[in-house]
């Protein structure tokens, strides 16, 4: 079936540091999503990319979608502590009948 | 500010013990996915609908779990007997046919 690898699995940062993380596939994807989920709360969407080469922004939160549609990454610049959580990408294929499919998330962790 | 909302937010019960889990999607939204987060293994999704019509409960234990949507504004998840495996958290989202799913705040269930 298709899946999606997400690295890094966790990361340590120190607050003001840019962070980076992506998804692979051996699959195309048609919708890229990225989440992301506090502690104790639901997965919360965070950028939405619906063609491929996409670039797009939301705050300190840069997210791509690939060129060959296999990939995505989002960027975080200037870290600060409440960044810190679970971070998800999203793939969809456009099929009929067919649902997204989820990476294992990246944790992230931001020390002051 | 349209959110997608679910209950009881916790359950504690006993193995053997019916549970429902209910949500309501955000109105106009015509998809409702549910989905069970462990640590093992990630979100996974296990049953999804659309126009109140069951696309996918491939995910699913058939013998102990129901999903129905008795109209656009609820969808229940039930199990039937519970089992302590069964702990976990249980997400619902919605969204339309293609594209981004809106994530509810989980409901925690454990069974001891």
């Known amino acids: 079936g298709q899946q999606l690898n997400q690295s890094p699995q966790s990361m340590f940062i120190q607050e003001g540091e840019d962070v980076s993380m992506n998804c692979t596939s051996s699959?195309?994807?048609?919708?890229w999503l990225w989440y992301k989920q506090d502690p104790g709360e639901g997965p919360v969407l965070l950028i939405a990319?619906?063609?491929?080469?996409e670039l797009t922004s939301n705050g300190r939160l840069t997210a791509q979608f690939g060129i060959t549609r296999k990939d995505s990454f989002l960027n975080i610049s200037a870290s600060i502590p409440s960044d810190v959580g679970i971070y998800f990408c999203?793939?969809?294929?456009?099929?009929?009948?067919?649902?997204?499919?989820f990476g294992k998330g990246t944790t992230l962790s931001v020390s002051s | 500010d349209a959110r997608v909302t679910q209950t009881p937010r916790h359950k504690v019960t006993e193995m053997g013990q019916e549970v429902t889990m209910r949500c309501q999607p955000i109105?106009?939204?015509?998809?409702v996915f549910w989905y069970r987060q462990t640590m093992m293994q990630g979100l996974e999704l296990l049953a999804y609908?659309?126009?109140?019509?069951?696309?996918?409960d491939s995910g699913m234990p058939k013998d102990r779990f129901s999903a129905e949507m008795p109209d656009a504004t609820l969808a229940t998840l039930k199990i039937q007997p519970s089992e302590p495996r069964d702990s976990a958290v249980y997400f619902c989202?919605?969204?339309?046919?293609?594209?981004?799913?809106?994530f509810g705040p989980g409901t925690r269930l454990l069974v001891l």
């Open positions: 989202a919605s969204g339309l046919a293609l594209g981004a799913q809106y």
């Open positions: 699959s195309i994807f048609n919708t």
């Open positions: 990319l619906y063609k491929a080469g």
């Open positions: 999203a793939g969809e294929t456009n099929q009929a009948g067919t649902a997204l499919i």
């Open positions: 109105l106009g939204h015509n998809t």
């Open positions: 609908f659309r126009n109140r019509a069951p696309l996918d």
